[in-house]
Nanobody
């Protein structure tokens, strides 16, 4: 079993900052890919940012220059630093991890989601 736990959401004013964190634990041989997605009601879940095990990153155009994803391979954690937040960043943010287990099978797991609200 693998657990994915997020933390760090909340309410912030436009222009403010928040940091999300996510930790993966359980039967994991290697965490291949870690990513953040977000979803608003009535829309599909969208990729915000992802980072490979060697540190290569990808960002959605809407967050480039404002958000930074980082990971600690030893601790199996991923963070998302969000600066200059805008009302359109309001969403439930989900952590996603792509892992390889000890039998070398690949699986993806989702966290429970954390609400981020940007409002004055």
């Amino acid at each position: 079993q693998v657990q994915v736990v997020e933390s760090g959401g909340g309410l912030v004013q436009p222009g403010g900052s928040l940091r999300l964190s996510c930790a993966a634990s359980g039967s994991i041989f290697r965490v291949v890919l870690m990513a953040w997605y977000r979803q608003v009601p009535g829309k599909e879940r969208e990729l915000v940012a992802r980072i490979t095990d060697v540190g290569n990153t990808t960002y959605a155009d809407s967050v480039k220059g404002r958000f930074t994803i980082s990971r600690d391979n030893g601790k199996r954690t991923v963070g998302l630093q969000m600066n200059n937040l805008k009302p359109e960043d309001t969403a439930v943010y989900y952590c996603n991890v792509d892992i390889e287990n000890w039998q070398k099978y690949r699986f993806r797991y989702w966290g429970q989601g954390t609400q981020v609200t940007v409002s004055s």
